[in-house]
């Protein structure tokens, strides 16, 4: 295993302990509750620490906006 996945998996599972005990807020301070929101937040703490893993792909509802 790579060092930055090792860094990753270890960041995505502080958050999702922190959730679990009702400590995780997203950015504008309400609580987390749901287990993808977790995991994207330990994801974007990885990257921030300088992990290489790859950026977030755009939603699906706004490239259907953007072509219409």
Known sequence: M???SQ???KK???AMHEMKRGKLKTG???KVTSRKQAIAI???Q???EGAD???KKPSAKKSKKNKK
Request: hydrophobic share 30%; aromatic share 0%; no cysteine.
């Open 2 to 4: 790579s060092k930055s």
């Open 7 to 9: 860094l990753a998996s």
């Open 12 to 14: 995505v599972e502080k």
């Open 28 to 30: 504008s301070g309400k």
């Open 42 to 44: 330990g994801l974007s």
């Open 46 to 48: 990885a990257r921030e």
């Open 53 to 55: 893993i790859p950026e």
